[in-house]
């Protein structure tokens, strides 16, 4: 079994007698093969959006059957998008949002336009216009912020200057 982490390998074998390697992703390891060489900005700082478009949603119950739902965890990601936002003001750098989605269906363009909507903030939100965006974006930026997610991982497997924020 090809699988991604030794996470899913201990799951995986708790179902299925055999053996499992663990690769990675594919999709991390095809591109860093097509990489695009364009130079990294230098005045821009990449966030890999965790946004979801279930912010009322029961994310999971806790050990004492108590609900937890998404707004509790995006708590989190808003207090590190004003630190964020003071921090690139002041040392004069752009924050290109790296989304989820590849359009505001879900809100996540908006929540953004509302969290910085009183800081006089350079920023945008990365285009996303095919499959491979995202590690297109992941190659241009010379420095990315991410909260524990997988494309923070594949960034700093890439030997990208990657910080973790995690909660």
């Known amino acids: ?3 991604f982490n030794m996470n899913i390998a201990e799951k995986f074998e708790n179902f299925i007698q055999g053996q499992t390697k663990i690769i990675g992703s594919l999709k991390n390891n095809h591109f860093s093969s097509i990489a695009n060489k364009s130079s990294s900005v230098n ?3 990449l966030y890999i959006s965790s946004y979801r478009g279930n912010n009322g949603n029961i994310m999971f119950y806790d050990d004492h059957g108590n609900p937890k739902y998404w ?3 995006f708590k989190y990601d808003v207090a590190l998008l004003y630190w964020l936002a003071d921090w690139s003001i002041k040392n004069k750098k752009k924050i290109i949002i790296c989304p989820r989605y590849a359009d505001d269906n879900n809100g996540e363009f908006s929540w953004y336009e509302k969290i910085f909507k009183n800081k006089k903030l350079v920023w945008e939100i990365f285009t996303k216009n095919n499959q491979d965006s ?5 190659e241009k930026a010379k420095i990315i912020i991410s909260t524990p997610s997988t494309l923070g991982y594949e960034a700093f497997g890439r030997g990208k200057r990657t910080a973790f924020f995690i909660c």
């Open 134 to 138: 995202s590690y297109q974006a992941l």
């Open 43 to 45: 005045d821009c700082i």
């Open 71 to 73: 707004n509790d965890l």
């Open 1 to 3: 079994m090809f699988v």
